[in-house]
């Protein structure tokens, strides 16, 4: 079936040692997201890629970074994660579409432990 | 500014009562809605959606909601609620494009 695929489920990371949280989509969806979700919290955008183009929200810190090679992956990166990033990271994607308004599709997130 | 809120943090109904999660938007055009549902350690799962049309949008388990724009209010019901819907339940809103705003979200508990 066609979904988003988010590898690996759950990370344990060091603090201060960088991580790589990774995304994939058989949809072939031009967007791409990443969100933060804290527990009991709503998510949290904190960038998106409309095909190659990066945008970043006004918010989301320096410490965090993302890279798309292709259509198909998104890569979460997060260069020094400290106790406060400790949180589900949830990936999204849409199509697209210019001057449409799409339906967001999850993966099922990976949940982020910084000891 | 555009906000989503769900009045409620947790709710705990009966399994076979009736549900319903409210959620009010502001926004100041026509606003596009979505009601997600998350269960525990996983990701989004669409419930439903308005974009325009019939007010009374049906969506996935037994799902609806109604568009009431003279109260700005997009509430998720169901008539028969099932041990498996305990989860959190979020209202979101689309702005600007693409981007999503979500609500705070509420924890539904099915007591048996």
């Known amino acids: 079936d066609a979904m988003v695929i988010q590898n690996p489920r759950y990370q344990v990371t060091q603090f201060g040692k960088p991580v790589t949280l990774s995304c994939s989509q058989t949809?072939?969806?031009?967007?791409m997201y990443w969100y933060q979700q804290k527990s009991s919290q709503a998510p949290k955008l904190l960038f998106h890629?409309?095909?190659?183009?990066?945008?970043n929200e006004a918010d989301t810190p320096d410490n965090f970074q993302s890279r798309r090679p292709n259509t198909s992956f998104c890569f979460l990166d997060i260069r020094s994660p400290g106790l406060g990033d400790a949180a589900m990271y949830l990936c999204?994607?849409?199509?697209?579409?210019?001057?449409?308004?799409?339906?967001?599709?999850f993966g099922p997130g990976t949940r982020l432990t910084v000891l | 500014a555009q906000s989503v809120t769900q009045p409620d943090i947790h709710i705990t109904v009966s399994e076979g009562a009736s549900l319903e999660l409210r959620c009010n938007y502001s926004y100041g055009a026509t606003p596009y809605l979505f009601w997600y549902v998350q269960s525990p350690g996983q990701g989004l799962q669409l419930l439903l959606k308005y974009f325009s049309g019939d007010t009374l949008v049906q969506g996935i388990k037994g799902f609806e909601a109604e568009f009431k724009r003279s109260q700005s209010s997009f509430n998720l019901r169901k008539p028969s609620v099932h041990w498996s819907d305990a989860a959190e339940y979020f209202c979101a809103v689309i702005y600007n494009f693409n981007k999503f705003y979500f609500g705070s979200g509420t924890k539904l508990n099915v007591k048996p």
């Open positions: 949809l072939n969806h031009n967007v």
């Open positions: 999204a994607t849409s199509r697209g579409q210019r001057g449409s308004t799409d339906t967001q599709y």
């Open positions: 890629y409309y095909d190659k183009d990066f945008n």
